[in-house]
C-alpha cells in the first residue's frame, strides 16, 4: 500500500522544496503593512506602476491573511483602528499619500483608482471570499448583506467601500475622516453603485438614526448620486432604488421633523440633483394614491354614503397635496373594481351603467377641469378595450357621464378629435361618431340662436 510504505532515510540538511504557491512570506500585520507602504511609495503616483506592484507583491505576501490590512492602506493609506482612525497616523514613514484618500477631488482621478481595484481583486479572486467573511465578521447584526448580495459586493477594487456602507459602525468611520475624505469615499460608492459593481441594498445603511441625526447621510448620499450620475444618468439611480425597494424610502436620509418633500425638494435641488427631487415626488404622489385606492375600495365595498366619500377624498387631496386629474382615474378604477361584473356581453352594459349611474355624483365632482375630464375618458377608453365583455359598452358610458354632467361637450369633443389613446381607437371612435355629430350639430343651433338673440 502507497500510503504504508517507510519514508526514505533524509541525507543531513536536505531541504523539501516547497511548491511556489504555497511559498508565502510569515508577516505580521505591521510587516505587512511596511512592505506594501514602502511598494506604493516606490512605485509613486504611477498607478500602472502601483498596478504591477500589487500584482507580483500578492505572490509573495499573504494577501489572504491580511485583506483587511491591505485595503486599509490603499484605502486610507495606513493600518486604521475599528473606529476608523489611523493607527500610524504620528509615524509618516509607516503611510502612504498614494491612496485613494489622498488622490485628487476629482471625478477621473477616482475613477483611476478604481481600474487599479479591479485588476487586484480580477487577479486574486480568493480576496473576494476574504471580504465576505470580513463583512460577516464585523456586521453579524446587518441585514443588507446576505450570501448572494456579499458575492455581489465583493466583486470590485471596493470591497472596503462596501465593509464601511454595511457595517453598524459607519458613523465612527465617517466621522474619523475629513469632509474631502467622505466626499472621495462618497465618490467611489457612486462610481462602483453606477457600473454596477455594488447593489444599491447597500445605501440601507445611511438610514441608521445615528448617521441621519448627524447630517451624514444626507451629505454623504448627494455627493454619492452626483458621482453617480455623472457616470450614468438619474434613470439608472431610479431604476436601481426601484429594484431594491428604497425609492419610497429617501426621505429617511433627514431626521424626522424634517422627513417631508419640500426639505428634500429644497436640499436636493440646491445640489443639482432635481431630477431626483422630482423622482421623489412622483413616488410620494404614488404611494399615498395607493393608499387612498386602498381606503376607497374598503368604502365602496361597505357601500359607505357617496358624501361621506366625497368629504375623505377632499380631506386626502388636500392633506397630501394632490390635484385632481391625479384623483379622478384612481375614483374610476375603485369603482369598477366594486363590482363582480357579469361575463355575458349583452348583460354587462345594463349592470356597468346602473352601477355607474349610481356614482356619478362621486365621479362628477372630481371632473370640474377639462384635464381630469380628458384623463377620465381615456380611463373609460382603456378599460373597455382591456375587458373584451365592455367593447360595446363605451359610448353608452359616455353619454350616461354626460347627461350626469361629469363629461361636458369640450371634452368629448376634444377626446374625438385628438385626445383618444391608441386602445381600440378605430372601434371607439366609430362609436361615438353619431354622438358627436349631435353635439357638434346641437352647438352650431346653439350659437346661431345666440346670434339671432
Known amino acids: 500500500n502507497f500510503m504504508n510504505k517507510n519514508q526514505k532515510p533524509v541525507l543531513t540538511g536536505q531541504r523539501f522544496k516547497t511548491r511556489k504557491r504555497d511559498e508565502k512570506e510569515k508577516f505580521e500585520p505591521t510587516v505587512f503593512r511596511d512592505t506594501i507602504v514602502q511598494g506604493l511609495n516606490e512605485a509613486g503616483s504611477d498607478l500602472e506602476a502601483i498596478a504591477k506592484f500589487l500584482d507580483s507583491a500578492g505572490s ?29 497616523d504620528n509615524d509618516k514613514t509607516k503611510m502612504t499619500r498614494h491612496c485613494v484618500f489622498f488622490a485628487e477631488e476629482d471625478h477621473d482621478a477616482i475613477r483611476n483608482y478604481a481600474q487599479v481595484f479591479n485588476k487586484l481583486i480580477r487577479r486574486y479572486k480568493y480576496l473576494e471570499k476574504a471580504f465576505e467573511d470580513e463583512i460577516k465578521k464585523l456586521s453579524p447584526k446587518s441585514n443588507s448583506v446576505d450570501g448572494q448580495a456579499a458575492v455581489c459586493l465583493l466583486k470590485s477594487w471596493l470591497k472596503y467601500i462596501c465593509f464601511f456602507l454595511s457595517n453598524p459602525q459607519l458613523l465612527l468611520f465617517l466621522k474619523a475622516f475629513s469632509e474631502t475624505e467622505q466626499t472621495k469615499l462618497a465618490m467611489l460608492s457612486g462610481i462602483l453603485l453606477a457600473n454596477g459593481t455594488l447593489p444599491a441594498t447597500i445605501l440601507t445603511s445611511l438610514f441608521t438614526d445615528n448617521i441621519v ?14 458621482a ?8 439608472s439611480v ?38 431626483l427631487s422630482d423622482f421623489l415626488r412622483v413616488q410620494q404622489s404614488l404611494g399615498t394614491r395607493k393608499e387612498l385606492q386602498k381606503e376607497l375600495q374598503e368604502r365602496l365595498s361597505q357601500e359607505c354614503p357617496i358624501k361621506e366619500m366625497v368629504l375623505y377624498v377632499k380631506e386626502e387631496m388636500k392633506r397630501n397635496e394632490l390635484p385632481e386629474p391625479a384623483v379622478i382615474g384612481l375614483l374610476w378604477t375603485c369603482v369598477m373594481n366594486a363590482v363582480e361584473w357579469n361575463k355575458k356581453e349583452e348583460l354587462v352594459a345594463e349592470q356597468a351603467l346602473k352601477h355607474l349611474k349610481q356614482y356619478a355624483p362621486l365621479l362628477a365632482v372630481f371632473s370640474t377641469q377639462g384635464q381630469s375630464e380628458l384623463i377620465l375618458l381615456q380611463k373609460v377608453q382603456e378599460y373597455c378595450y382591456d375587458n373584451i365583455h365592455f367593447m360595446k359598452a363605451f359610448q353608452k358610458i359616455v353619454v350616461l357621464f354626460y347627461k ?26 366609430d362609436q361615438m361618431k353619431k354622438f358627436v355629430e349631435w353635439l357638434q350639430n346641437a352647438e352650431e343651433e346653439s350659437e346661431s340662436e345666440g346670434e339671432e338673440n
Open 238 to 275: 431610479t431604476s436601481a432604488l426601484r429594484k431594491a425597494n428604497l425609492d419610497k424610502r429617501l426621505l429617511e436620509l433627514f431626521p424626522a421633523n424634517r422627513q417631508n418633500v419640500d426639505h428634500f425638494a429644497k436640499y436636493f435641488t440646491e445640489a443639482g440633483l432635481k431630477e
Open 228 to 235: 453617480w450620475m455623472a457616470e450614468k444618468d438619474a434613470n
Open 404 to 429: 350626469a354632467d361629469v363629461l361636458s361637450e369640450e371634452a368629448i369633443l376634444k377626446w374625438y378629435k385628438e385626445a383618444h389613446v391608441a386602445k381600440g381607437k378605430s372601434v371607439f371612435l
Open 213 to 226: 441625526k448627524e447630517g451624514i447621510a444626507a451629505s454623504f448620499a448627494v455627493k454619492l448620486f452626483k
Open 60 to 88: 509573495r505576501l499573504d494577501y489572504r491573511r491580511y485583506a483587511d490590512t491591505l485595503f486599509d492602506i490603499l484605502v486610507a493609506g495606513s493600518m486604521l483602528a475599528p473606529g476608523g482612525t489611523r493607527i500610524d
